[in-house]
């Protein structure tokens, strides 16, 4: 429909939607550990639990039906090219097909669900096991379609379709492409008479090949769109054809499209194709080196795939006929699969390959989908799912699985998720944008626990992923984005209702403190009114912002006591008390100095505030110089809660400290395991 050109633009939008967001996953997912949970940890660590509960919640939801559509794909192909006798149900008449197949299809389905549930139960070990088979079986049906183009330019396969003066025929309606009449049982050749209509008299029967191959020159053919309107004639355009109006009387003889067909309504029935790249993050907990292995592999996966279905667009486009391409139900063809002649060495490659393909996918659904719930049960910002929290001695979502089994059944019992699919890809597209509004938040905020080992990302193509994530769920369907974001925003309600009492120093509160940060600053614009304080303090050429206040007391220690518990206004309160060390004190006879000092130590332990203690700060650098190199030496204290990881990081994104490197010491005893030590010590940066 689309044509070579505008599949190859859908192909590419779609691709470079999930490859933005997963550039943007790499970011959060190399920002820390990332444990089970995977998108919806992101998510919610990033904006908040109530956005992490939504999405994630819709996010579960979605790949939980996404496996049964999976296992119904799977019975589908099992039933129709595998073993078709295998079917229990049987249509009386022709008007009971579809009932019969659906009941097949919920039988089989069921058990399928069964075996699947059961080896996910057993152990990720065995999922992985077999996921390394199935991704064999579909890397061998992928070059299995290279190969058979590849053949198609000496020896093209026999695909034969009938055609009348420029009209497709529906194959099962004659057993000759020719006009001819039966006597008897004898087919003679047709004497042309006023019972055949106009259309009829007036064109030839021809049988071209549709699949002509690679050498054939077709691609220029197929290169531009042909969108059709329901009940339109598919017609090959250069074929001759007379009378383009007559014959309509006989429709039912000739291909017509089933529904109207147009960009926005291919880009929907696309995308679903290119969703999943959340299959390796909702693993993150039984991820050696989540780190490492997400970034790495989504974009790899990511990669591959969308070379192969641009290759793909191409291939077919230059080597099958375009009525072929717009054949949507094989009936020009009797309901053989192109892809599968196409092939080499046999078709039987593409069948097995594509039933591997999809018990895989719902197979890894299912195996994604209990671990997200089990995270969202586990922090217990959904009441009601609490219990779901809960499993296995060894961490496996047992109960999780139960529920997500029960959901999937439901799917399945549906049998016909036609309905259902649209709004799972708006779940999808909307986790994909929060995860991209979540990388830009954080970058743009430029918070001090935000240092991604990836780097190759920026918060333009955060936005960027986002508007595509957003324009592709309104260009699908518009009427579902509104459905999905309706159920995402009760979903956001209730959760805030309940009082998710989470403080994860999430983007949106960061966005908060920025404003009012911001606004305050704008206040002491001008002159100093008498009910304010100042609000700059210059030093020669440097200025620093921040608020200053004064406290009157008979006492040294008790205004310090004052300025420590009195300071900031609700959210924006000091966590950090900045004191330098007392010098001389040993020699000096008066103990007011370090009484002082040790006052204020206590007194900061006793609020639950960081102290920091500079000492020789005369000797620091101006803010004029610059150190091309040296190191920024941190000995390392277990129970520091991480201040002294974040300060050297705070250093260097000064200019002056930038070029210098960052050491790391911690002492040993002499019968500790100083090589597990440093092994510890190297993961836990990046905790």
Known sequence: MAGVMQSLLIVLMCCICTMLTAISMSAIATNGVVPAGGSYFMISRSLGPEFGGAVGLCFYLATTFASAMYILGAIEIFLKYLVPQAAIFHAADHHGTDSASLNNMRVYGSICLSLMAVVVFVGVKYVNKLASLFLACVIISIVSIYAGAIKSISHPPEFPICMLGNRTLVSNKFDVCAKTVMQGNITVPSQLNSQCDDYFLQNNLTQIQGIPGLSSGLISDNMWSNYMYKGQILEKAKLPSENAHG???????????????????????FFPSATGI????????????????????????????????????????????????????????????????????????????????TVGAGLQSLTGAPRLLQAI???????????????????EPTWALLLTGLIAELGILIASLDMVAPILSMFFLMCYLFVNLACAV?????????????????????????????????????????????????????????????????????????????????????????????CEKHDGDRTSQGFLSVVVANKVREGIVHLIQSCGLGG????????????????????????????????????????????????????????????????????????????????????????????????????????????????????
């Open 278 to 357: 959340m299959a390796g993050s909702n693993r993150s907990g039984d991820l050696r080196d989540a780190q490492k292995s997400i970034p790495i592999g989504t974009i790899l996966a990511i990669a591959t795939t969308s070379l192969v279905y641009l290759s793909s667009v191409v291939l077919f486009g230059a080597c099958i006929e375009g009525v072929v391409l717009r054949d949507k139900f094989g009936d020009a063809v009797n309901n053989n699969l192109v892809v599968g002649t196409l092939s080499w060495p046999s078709p039987w490659v593409i069948v097995i390959g594509s039933f591997f393909s």
């Open 247 to 269: 014959g309509l009387e006989k429709i039912s003889m000739y291909l017509t499209a089933d529904i109207a067909t147009s960009f926005t309504l291919l880009v929907g029935i």
């Open 442 to 534: 954080q970058t743009l905020l430029r918070t001090p626990n935000w240092r991604p080992r990836f780097k190759y990302y920026h918060w333009t193509l955060s936005f960027l992923g986002m508007s595509m994530c957003l324009a592709l769920m309104f260009i699908s369907s518009w009427y579902y984005a509104i459905v999905a974001m309706g159920i995402a925003g009760m979903i956001y309600k209730y959760i805030e209702y309940q009082g998710a009492e989470k403080e994860w120093g999430d983007g949106i509160r960061g966005l908060s403190l920025s404003a009012a940060r911001y606004a305050l600053l704008r206040l002491e614009v001008g002159p100093p009114h008498t009910k304010t304080g100042g």
């Open 377 to 395: 049960a586990k922090d217990n910002i959904i009441p009601f799912l609490r219990v779901f929290g809960h499993g296995k001695t060894n961490g």
């Open 572 to 687: 924006m309160k000091h966590n950090t008390v900045v004191m330098g060390w007392p010098y001389g004190w040993r020699q000096s006879e008066d103990p007011r100095a370090w009484k002082t000092f040790i006052n204020t130590v206590r007194c900061v332990t006793a609020a639950h505030l960081a102290l920091m203690v500079p000492k020789n700060v005369s000797f620091y650098p101006s803010n004029h110089e610059r150190f091309m190199d040296g190191n920024i030496d941190v000995w390392w204290i277990v129970h520091d809660g991480g201040m002294l990881m974040l300060l050297p990081f705070l250093l260097k994104q000064h200019k002056v400290w930038r070029k210098c490197k960052m050491r790391i010491f911690t002492v040993a005893q002499m019968d500790d395991n100083s090589i597990q030590m440093k092994k510890d010590l190297a993961t836990f940066l990046y905790h």
